[in-house]
């Protein structure tokens, strides 16, 4: 892995004191492209922690304009540029923020034409997307070619967290096989409610390419932010899953098939 600059080390020196964050790990973070969907309140939070955190290359993803109502949640954004494309404003404060990585803009809406290229150029995702059709996009890209996503949503004063590991843990679609309907103009929001989610789901992404803690592989965190009350479930992980079912029993093929190999004894002289 390419070594730290001097820069490098003086700006992360803090999260490197960590007990279990070495050097290697903030090297892990430089060498990581993440793809962040939905760059809004809680997408362009969580990559604004990306960047704090040192993680080399992001590539920000969301078409449409600033609205004077994003603002009181969009925290990469300024008033002067309602009217104009977010992502090249999340783009420009990010690098402002952090000038030692790589951040791309790509002005589009999550499509089906689009989602392959962007999921294979990234080590992992975070789902931020507003609406299930963009997620189950995303979702299902990052189970063909392999990728973990951590899945983040809120509605209201409601939210949930998980992350995704294809072939370890339930997708997207085990944990939503009928979609919820939504209205993305439909629901009111207070700005720290997608500002905790998304720290949260950044921090999802540091533990997991870091082996930081314990990841929410598996789980799934539901938070009731009204209450603050958080409580961890273990969703279904479907084996007949049409999304991930393939890429599950693959899985599971090649692990018994791993314990049933018996090992080679080395020859004593």
Known sequence: MEPLTPTEQERYRRQMMLPGFTVESQQQLKATTALVT????LGGTAALYLAAAGVGKLILVRGGNLQRDDMNRQILMTDDWVGQPRVFKAQETLQAFNPDIEI??????VSAENID???????IALDCAFD???RDLLNAACVRHGKPMIEAAMNGMEAYLTTIVPGQTPCLTCL????????RWGFGVIGAVPGTLACLAALEAIKLLTHLGEPLMGQLLTMDLARAEFAKRRPYHDPNCPVCGDRTRQTLSTQLSTIATPTRPIASR
């Open 38 to 41: 939905g760059v809004g309140g």
């Open 104 to 109: 791309e803009a790509v002005c589009e809406y």
């Open 117 to 123: 290229t962007l999921v294979q150029r990234a080590d």
């Open 132 to 134: 299930f059709a963009e």
């Open 176 to 183: 939503f096989p009928e979609k919820p309907e939504w209205d």
